[in-house]
C-alpha cells in the first residue's frame, strides 16, 4: 500500500521511516538531518521545503504508475493564452497543470521503418499508449490527488485545432470544447522543445512520446523550463520529406513562455495526404496528422540517436538500411545516399 501519512512536521512520509532493520539505521540518519535543516529555516523556506517534498513523493507515484515523464506548469505560464484554449476554461481553480507521458516503444516504429508492417504503430504507439497504458498512469494520478482532497481533471490529447462545437452557456464563457495545446503544455512544464520539424522533443526520447494532462487546485512546484538542446537543427527531417512538406527557407517562430523556438513552415495538407508513416489525427479531421511514424520524424528518430542528442539509445542504430518513400506521383522507392 503506498503510503498517504506525513509526518507534521516535515511532510516526509511516515513509511519512509519504517524501513527494514538492515536499512533503518540510515534512513534514521537522513530523516534526522532532513529534520535538522527544516527546523533551521524560516518559515518561507519550510514551505518551500514541504512543497518540494511533496512535489517529489507525488512525482515518484506517477513514475511508479508507468509514467515515463512528468512536468508541472504552475497556472500564471498561460498568462496570455486565449480563453478557448485556457485550462482555467476548463476547470476555473486550477493552479497546477500535471503533464504525463509515456514512450513509444523504438520497436513500435519498425514495421514502418522496413515498409512492411503499418498496424504495429497504429495499434500499440497510436491507440494503446494514450488510450490504455497512458490512459490507466492518468487515472491513477487523478485518484493520488484526489484521495488527498484535491480536484483533478484528466485530459486525453485532443487536437488544438478541432473548431468549436456547441454554444457558450455564460456571456463571459467560451464555445465548448475547449482545447489545450499538449505540446506547448509540455514546453510550459519543462519536458522538452520543439524541433525544426515542428515536433515537440524530449531529451529522454526525442519525438517518441504520446502526452496526457491533468488540471488540478493542489500547488506542486513547478519544473524549471527545459534548456536541454534536443534538435541541433540539421535538417535531415527537411530533406527526408518526399513531398516537400516542410519549408525552413520561410520558417516560424513558437514562442511559449519567452521561449522563442524556430520551426519549419508545415504544409499540413501535404502531410494529411502523406504514404511514408503518417497518420491521419485520429480524433478530428482538422487536427495535424501524426508523423512520428513518417519518414520526416523517423530520420529524426535516427539522427537523434546517432548524434547522442537523446537518453534513450540502443545496441544498433534505428537506420539500418537506406530508407524508402512514396513520392508525389506515388511511386515508391529507395532514398539515395
Ligand atoms: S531531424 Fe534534425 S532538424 Fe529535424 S527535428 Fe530532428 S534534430 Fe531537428
Ligand atoms: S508527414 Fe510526410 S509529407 Fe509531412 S513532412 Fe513528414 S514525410 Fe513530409
Given at each position: 500500500m503506498e503510503s498517504m501519512g506525513c509526518c507534521e512536521r516535515c511532510g516526509i512520509s511516515a513509511q519512509r521511516r519504517r524501513t527494514p532493520s538492515d536499512t533503518r539505521q540510515v534512513a534514521r540518519g537522513a530523516l534526522h538531518s532532513k529534520y535538522t535543516l527544516y527546523r533551521r529555516s524560516t518559515p518561507d523556506r519550510q514551505e518551500a521545503f514541504q512543497l518540494q517534498d511533496l512535489t517529489n513523493r507525488f512525482k515518484e507515484y506517477c513514475r511508479s504508475r508507468g509514467a515515463d515523464l512528468v512536468g508541472i506548469a504552475s497556472i500564471d505560464r498561460f498568462d496570455g493564452v486565449p480563453p478557448e484554449h485556457h485550462p482555467r476554461s476548463i476547470?476555473?481553480?486550477?493552479r497546477s497543470i500535471i503533464v504525463l507521458g509515456k514512450r513509444i516503444a523504438r520497436g513500435c516504429l519498425r514495421g514502418i521503418e522496413e515498409g512492411t508492417q503499418f498496424a504495429i504503430y497504429a495499434q500499440y504507439a497510436g491507440n494503446w499508449v494514450p488510450d490504455r497504458f497512458l490512459a490507466l498512469t492518468t487515472v491513477s494520478v487523478a485518484q493520488f490527488l484526489e484521495d488527498r482532497r484535491w480536484e483533478a481533471v484528466p485530459l486525453p490529447c485532443l487536437p488544438v485545432q478541432a473548431p468549436p462545437m456547441g454554444i457558450p452557456v455564460r456571456p463571459d464563457a467560451p464555445t465548448p470544447n475547449v482545447m489545450l495545446d499538449f505540446d506547448e503544455a509540455a514546453v510550459r512544464a519543462g519536458l522538452g522543445r520543439f524541433g525544426l520539424s515542428g515536433e515537440f522533443m524530449t531529451p529522454q526520447f526525442g519525438p517518441r512520446q504520446q502526452l496526457q494532462i491533468i488540471l488540478t487546485d493542489a500547488v506542486l512546484q513547478p519544473d524549471p523550463f527545459c534548456e536541454t538542446v534536443v534538435c541541433d537543427e540539421c535538417g535531415e527531417c527537411i530533406s527526408a520529406c518526399p513531398l516537400d512538406a516542410m519549408n525552413v527557407s520561410q520558417p516560424e517562430t513558437r514562442i511559449v513562455c519567452g521561449m522563442a523556438m524556430k520551426t519549419a513552415r508545415v504544409d499540413w495538407g501535404a502531410c494529411r495526404s502523406c504514404r511514408n508513416g503518417a497518420f491521419p489525427n485520429r480524433a478530428h479531421p482538422t487536427g495535424t496528422p501524426d508523423r512520428t511514424a513518417a519518414l520526416c520524424v523517423r530520420t529524426c528518430v535516427h539522427h537523434v540517436e546517432k548524434t547522442g542528442l537523446v537518453a534513450n539509445t540502443f545496441e544498433r542504430p534505428f537506420r539500418q538500411r537506406p530508407a524508402w518513400r512514396v513520392d508525389k506521383t506515388g511511386a515508391a522507392g529507395i532514398v539515395e545516399g
Open positions: 476547470f476555473p481553480e486550477t
